[in-house]
């Protein structure tokens, strides 16, 4: 039952994934919830993000298919009306009208803390008993100097681009940077990344060497160990200048080398909420601050900046902040670089304990062979006893495949839990089976096994052979079968 003591039981803010799951899932026990959310709920994901990145791929991936038969570079317009209209199928669903609906009061302005229990918006005095800190992050600006604003585009603006760029340099290496690269490559882009290390620094080396050929094949550049010293401005878009002597030319520059956390200016100073040397909160495996009363979520936080993570996250942090539970946050994190082939992987944390790989190839993948598209492969990370403490999956829909291996991690299932279990043939996620067959196989060639083995075929040669002799004729045929 909300209370009517005027206090607001938790204040949330920012309107974005973990914002509105935080909310959604307080407002469902009973709690009062405000929402404050300074521009438009929904947050990077719907807007600028998952979203409209996913519907970029596939337009692009259908133009490349295309591209042999017709020509020519695809219609721009069009795809950023295909954009527009995934974000207004799914928007609804975060709302303010759905989250109001869900028990959720939504206001709209800058929301800053005052002391405990005191926050100020547009001037009001807000009171509230716990907060929920889900105010996201934001693409982090260059170190260098000489880039033109107005042929400068970030994760967020990119969207706002009415023409395709004929050349586009892309600053950065990780999932947005070559997701993008390979979309507007595709499109029709003369598309170069440069990148501090390499492409992908997360991902296992085998599967970068994949991403990095196909990225090449769309016709992306790639300069890996690449720094800029600074830029220029000629009469026609951007020059940059490299630290070995190089330049780049570009008619537009993309901003994708980091994000920075959104903390400033909401007066975490004054509710005791520390922050690490980067500017994000701090959190416990509950998802509290350094201010008991104080939770936190999603991007803001140290942990990986994706989506499913900040709901996840949230969910966590509202149930124990409006329930008093110690729920944690499970190990288990998997991520998905989307593009083609897509690489997944999931990781459970580290254990310090000694893992063994177990890698299926594609080329032995039936599903894959039929398919005509077998460079990917399958890597589980096992540990004792069997148990699967990760993997990386390279193949068409391996962020579809990943779900199998983040339940196993979650749950701390072995290798013969998967292999036990039948799965459809033939499929691309038929190589988490595989894979998983593999281990089983290869523990089961260890001397102890194999002696057990041994002992128990012999035992059952022997029953048999006993059987036999006791069933001949004159000897009464022994059966468990009862008439």
């Not at 039981?9 to 300074?38: C, H």
């Not at 032995?364 to 990386?392: K, N, S």
Request: charged share 20%.
């Amino acid at each position: 039952m909300a209370p009517t003591d005027g206090i607001i039981d938790l204040l949330v803010l920012g309107g974005g994934t973990a914002g509105i799951i935080g909310a959604k899932t307080a407002a469902g026990f009973g709690a009062r919830v405000v929402l404050v959310e300074q521009e438009r709920t929904g947050g990077d994901c719907l807007w600028t993000g998952c979203v409209p990145s996913k519907t970029l791929l596939s337009a692009a991936a259908q133009a490349r298919s295309r591209r042999p038969a017709g020509g020519g570079n695809p219609d721009f317009s069009a795809i950023r009306e295909r954009i527009a209209a995934a974000i207004r199928a799914i928007e609804p669903a975060d709302s303010p009208e759905a989250l109001e609906e869900a028990g959720v009061e939504v206001l709209s302005g800058h929301v800053s803390f005052t002391g405990p229990g005191t926050a100020v918006l547009n001037g009001e005095v807000l009171r509230f008993r716990q907060a929920l800190i889900a105010t996201g992050a934001e693409p982090s600006k260059p170190r260098f100097t000489g880039l033109d604003p107005a042929r400068t585009v970030t994760s967020e603006t990119v969207w706002d681009l009415t023409a395709l760029p004929g050349r586009l340099a892309i600053l950065g290496g990780g999932p947005i940077a070559c997701e993008l690269g390979q979309a507007f490559a595709r499109l029709g882009a003369d598309v170069t990344m440069i990148v501090r290390s390499r492409i992908l620094a997360k991902e296992t080396p085998e599967g970068v060497d994949i991403i990095r050929e196909s990225l090449k094949a769309d016709g992306v550049t790639i300069l890996e160990n690449s720094s800029i010293s600074h830029a220029t401005s000629p009469a026609q878009g951007h020059r940059l200048h490299l630290e070995d002597g190089t330049t780049v030319d570009a008619d537009t520059v993309l901003l994708a080398a980091g994000r920075t956390p959104r903390t400033t200016g909401i007066g975490l100073e004054h509710v005791g909420v520390h922050l690490d040397d980067r500017g994000h909160v701090l959190t416990n495996e509950r998802m509290q601050t350094t201010n008991p009363l104080i939770w936190a979520a999603g991007d803001v936080t140290t942990h990986p900046q994706f989506t499913h993570l900040a709901g996840v996250h949230a969910s966590v942090a509202a149930s124990n902040a409006v329930l008093g539970l110690r729920r944690r946050i499970s190990p288990a994190v998997p991520r998905v670089t989307y593009t083609s082939p897509e690489i997944a992987a999931v990781t459970s944390g580290g254990s310090g304990q000694p893992v063994t790989s177990r890698t299926v190839w594609d080329s032995h993948l039936d599903r894959a062979v039929t398919e005509d598209r077998t460079e990917g492969f399958t890597e589980l990370l096992v540990g004792r006893g069997g148990r699967v403490m990760g993997g990386t999956i390279v193949g068409p829909r391996a962020g579809e495949s990943l779900a199998e291996l983040s339940l196993a991690v979650h749950k701390k299932l072995t290798t013969s839990d998967i292999a036990g279990a039948t799965h459809a043939y033939p499929t691309y996620s038929d190589g988490v089976w595989n894979a998983a067959v593999l281990d089983v196989r290869e523990r089961l060639r260890s001397p102890l096994r194999r002696t057990a083995i041994k002992a128990l075929a012999t035992l059952r040669r022997l029953a048999l052979d006993a059987r036999r002799i006791n069933s001949k004729p004159g000897n009464r045929p022994q059966s468990d079968v009862r008439h």
